[in-house]
């Protein structure tokens, strides 16, 4: 937009890793490469991104810069196992020394999968690093790759995370990857690189990121920080997410949403809870839009959660002024920005059914988000917020 001021939104930040932030950033790709000492860098992206003007150009400023860059998008929209050992033999066959982790969450999450497992030994099952006990001891610490991440849209915040969702598709299962050193080692967030994302997609991965505010700032565990970034994340996605939606060209809110992004995925450190319970599995078994999946369920796993989040609720509806404090009035906003975002009430409208309402609410309680829920439900009471979601019965 003409009256979009690109000093107020450029800066650099080192929190929780080097960022760079700002309105034609994607330009020092090349140099956030060489500075991590990659050389021959394999870029990571989905398909749809892959075909776009915007990769092309990364990839021809890595090479004028003298950069040996490859491509891979072999990555499906809820990226799978499969994905990331593709992933890892295009690595090794180009003998590249480093990530570029470039488009959404898909991108992001098979890209720093792919570079924490390409040096690994042939013998480590990635399915072995799943994020319980003290799985990540098992890879070689030293082996992980460098990446510099690029995000394209606003929601899982990714990139500044240690973890990656992968699909199991053998178990039906989404399963979450950690290693300390699976946090990027650059950021850049550029908004023009999200200046033609759809209305549609814009809606669902900004819910996606209040998902993960929403979710941290209920969490029980102590974690100031945590909270403080989640609630200021969750601020400036109300003022932000509907002028991103509206005006795709409006780089305030463009840029307000990729940090609140990334504060979201900061935050929930501190744990998230049953939409994310409730979204892994029907993910895995339905390959739905995660984003979607989190902002369907909300509203109905706040209600759930009533007992447990009186308190909490009454801050944050004081933080984002809302009219009311508590419970009844986060629920209202909720439901008031998802009709404002053409978002549907009910998981159906997803082409979502309820041939595996038990094995989802199974799935559910053995999820890892599931220990950061306020109140531990069981399998039980998993499959009735699942079925009310899916009849829209709030």
């Known amino acids: 937009m003409s009256d979009f001021d690109r000093a107020r939104y450029s800066a650099n930040w080192n929190y929780p890793t080097p960022i760079r932030i700002g309105a034609g950033r994607a330009e020092e790709l090349p140099d956030a490469c060489q500075a991590l000492g990659m050389r021959a860098p394999l870029l990571i992206t989905d398909p749809g991104l ?3 003007p915007m990769v092309e150009q990364a990839l021809t400023r890595c090479r004028e810069a003298g950069l040996a860059v490859d491509v891979f998008s072999q990555i499906q929209g809820n990226p799978t196992g499969a994905n990331v050992a593709a992933g890892v033999a295009a690595f090794r066959a180009g003998d590249h020394d480093g990530v570029i982790a470039f488009g959404g969450g898909s991108g992001l999450d098979a890209a720093k999968a792919v570079a924490l497992m390409a040096r690994q030994p042939e013998s480590l099952s990635l399915w072995a690093l799943e994020d319980r006990g003290d799985n990540w001891r098992q890879a070689d610490a030293d082996a992980v790759l460098p990446v510099v991440a690029v995000p ?16 199991d598709e053998q178990a039906q299962v989404k399963r979450i990857i950690f290693h300390p050193r699976m946090l990027p080692g650059a950021v850049i967030l550029d908004p023009l690189l999200t200046r033609e994302l759809p209305p549609g997609l814009t809606a669902a991965t900004g819910m996606d990121a209040l998902s993960h505010c929403l979710e941290a700032w209920c969490a029980p565990g102590y974690h100031p920080q945590a909270e403080g ?5 969750m601020r400036r996605i109300r003022d932000a997410l509907p002028r991103a939606y509206l005006h795709g060209d409006d780089l305030a809110a463009r840029s307000d949403m990729l940090v609140a992004s990334m504060m979201g995925a900061t935050a929930f450190q501190r744990g998230l809870g049953a939409m994310h319970a409730l979204a892994h599995p029907l993910g895995a078994l339905f390959d739905a839009h995660h984003g979607m999946l989190n902002a369907v369920l909300m509203p109905y796993v706040l209600r759930a959660n009533t007992r447990a989040i009186g308190e909490p609720m009454v801050r944050l509806a004081r933080y984002l002024d809302l009219p009311q404090p508590g419970v009844a009035a986060v629920i209202d906003w909720v439901l008031d920005l998802r009709e404002r975002l053409g978002i549907p009430h009910a998981l159906s409208a997803l082409g979502i059914d309820d041939s595996h309402a038990e094995r989802i609410g199974q799935m559910a309680v053995e999820d890892p988000s599931a220990g950061g829920n306020p109140i531990a439900f069981d399998a039980a009471t998993y499959r009735g917020i699942f079925e ?4 829209g019965r709030l």
Do not use: M, N, P, Y
């Open 152 to 167: 394209t849209t606003a929601g899982t915040g990714s990139e500044v995370g240690r973890a990656s969702v992968i699909t």
């Open 229 to 233: 970034i989640a609630v200021e994340g």
């Open 50 to 52: 892959a075909a776009l």
């Open 388 to 391: 009310a979601a899916l009849a």
